[in-house]
């Protein structure tokens, strides 16, 4: 039986919403298409592109788009009280063995890299997912955490910027094994964005 669908706590957004300036053109394009495509091509309903560097343990929303917070606070920061475990897995990357940290999740697809695996959630009723993802629509049902792999942080460089993709979803379980693999390759696809 299929987990039963909930009306997310939050804003429609159809516009991608940018908190930093958006850098290249080529990155910028790409990201709002990847933004819009998870929406509009997987189970997820809130679709955010964070950022920190590797010296900090500080993410930060830097475009959201689908169903937001209704927070205006919670679309641009995540508060330093939060922490972060499973996010801090997206800067786990190791060139030779493609060891990541995960939470359920399957090996790397597609690219050749090494590097983290996403950590889905199936459900969010659990900790530590109920606490951390508190910048996504209040009662989301799923989560999603992609590493989007840059040859920057692959050569793990303290200095270097970590990049992921989180999808939230407003039914619990619904995102299938072929839609985590294309999710991948899409995130992958951000990440080729910057590396040029």
Not at 107 to 113: C, F, N, P, T, V
Request: hydrophobic residues 35%; negative net charge.
């Amino acid at each position: 039986m299929q987990a039963e669908r909930v009306a997310l706590e939050g804003v429609k957004s159809d516009d991608v919403i940018w908190n930093d300036e958006r850098g290249e053109d080529d990155f910028a394009e790409i990201a709002e298409w990847a933004l819009s495509s998870f929406i509009k091509c997987s189970p997820a309903r809130t679709a955010m592109l964070l950022s920190t560097t590797g010296e900090s343990n500080n993410w930060k929303p830097i475009a959201l788009t689908g169903i937001v917070p209704p927070d205006s606070d919670l679309q641009s920061s995540i508060s330093n009280d939060i922490n972060t475990p499973i996010l801090d897995r997206m800067k786990r990357y190791d060139e030779t063995s493609g060891k990541g940290g995960s939470v359920g999740s399957s090996a790397l697809q597609g690219r050749g890299r090494g590097g983290p695996k996403e950590s889905y959630l199936p459900t969010l009723q659990a900790l530590p997912g109920r606490v951390e993802f508190t910048y996504l629509p209040a009662n989301t049902q799923e989560v999603l955490v992609l590493p989007v792999p840059t040859a920057r942080a692959l050569v793990g460089a303290s200095d270097g910027m970590y990049f992921a993709v989180v999808l939230g979803g407003d039914t619990a379980k619904s995102f299938t094994p072929r839609d985590i693999a294309w999710c991948h390759e899409v995130s992958a696809w951000i990440g080729d964005s910057l590396n040029h």
